[in-house]
């Protein structure tokens, strides 16, 4: 075990984010057993003493699975229209998993200028902590009802990296339907290695990831950028598969699973320069 794995044992404040193609099983509706198995995980979680930060996916995806679309929506105005009918169905579903863990949920609802706007941002961190003191577990999502191109994050990875910094988590685990991040694509060579360990911020990450899915806007390269802002918390990243059995567990508990991109040694003020650029970014 590395010295990065194992600091990820030490980790007192996780935030989690999981993907539209992993609520969605693909684009078939919310995967209700698998949300009940990552709740269970990070109820666990919570029984050991850490808190949790859950950043949710899949409103828009949901909304578009309930009218029945086979295709993502391109306007802005079926978008916010699919994420208002799917973010109920979801909010429920996230409520009933963690209700049969013992656990309360409360949903945070953030666009960009909730960041940008230093009031607006610091009732975020004070709801956010306050929610955390009271043992609840704060599900993020951006705010698609409303949000327009010009006050989005852009995904969601990012958006979990920026409540990786409001919160000043330890670690940021980004759970998708793919084992971790590869050195070339799997799907098309046979010779692609998973990379299991780098730092967050190596300019080489960039080229070798790919695009989003059909039912998202992320994908391997919003995940790299992501643990390079997560690192303005000094929080690790990691980004592993979510249909892995109890995979954050195992995770936190340092074994090898997906890739870690581990945050690099840096300054105060350099950390707090890489913050302010990206809540004005």
């Not at 996780?14 to 193609?21: R, T």
């Not at 995806?61 to 799917?86: D, I, M, N, S, Y």
Request: with cysteine; glycine share 10%; charged share 25%.
């Amino acid at each position: 075990m590395t010295e990065y794995r194992e600091r990820l044992k030490k980790a007192q404040r996780v935030v989690v984010k999981i993907g539209s193609a992993l609520l969605t099983d693909n684009g078939k509706g919310l995967n209700q057993p698998l949300m009940r198995s990552w709740a269970a995980q990070l109820a666990e979680l919570m029984d050991q003493g850490k808190q949790v930060v859950l950043v949710s996916s899949g409103a828009v995806a949901e909304g578009v699975v309930r009218k029945g679309f086979c295709e993502r929506p391109t306007t802005l105005a079926e978008l916010q229209a699919a994420a208002a009918l799917g973010q109920s169905g979801l909010v429920e579903a996230w409520q009933n998993a963690f209700e049969g863990k013992g656990k309360q949920t409360a949903q945070i609802l953030l666009v960009h200028d909730d960041v940008v706007s230093d009031s607006r941002y610091q009732n975020a961190k004070a709801t956010l902590n306050t929610l955390l003191d009271w043992g609840v577990v704060p599900v993020v999502n951006e705010n698609d009802t409303v949000a327009n191109e010009e006050l989005k994050f852009g995904d969601n990875d990012s958006l979990a990296a920026i409540v990786a910094n409001i919160v000043k988590a330890d670690v940021l685990i980004l759970l998708t339907d793919q084992e971790g991040m590869f050195d070339a694509d799997p799907r098309k060579s046979k010779q692609a290695q998973l990379i299991t360990e780098s730092e967050a911020g190596d300019g080489s990450l960039l080229a070798m990831a790919g695009d989003g899915g059909k039912f998202g806007r992320g994908g391997m390269q919003s995940k790299v950028k992501a643990a390079e802002l997560a690192s303005c918390a000094k929080a690790d990243t990691v980004i592993a598969s979510g249909l892995v059995s109890n995979v954050v567990m195992r995770i936190l508990d340092g074994e090898t699973l997906g890739t870690l991109l581990y945050s690099p040694e840096a300054g105060e003020e350099e950390r707090q320069a890489w913050f302010k650029a990206l809540r004005q970014g």
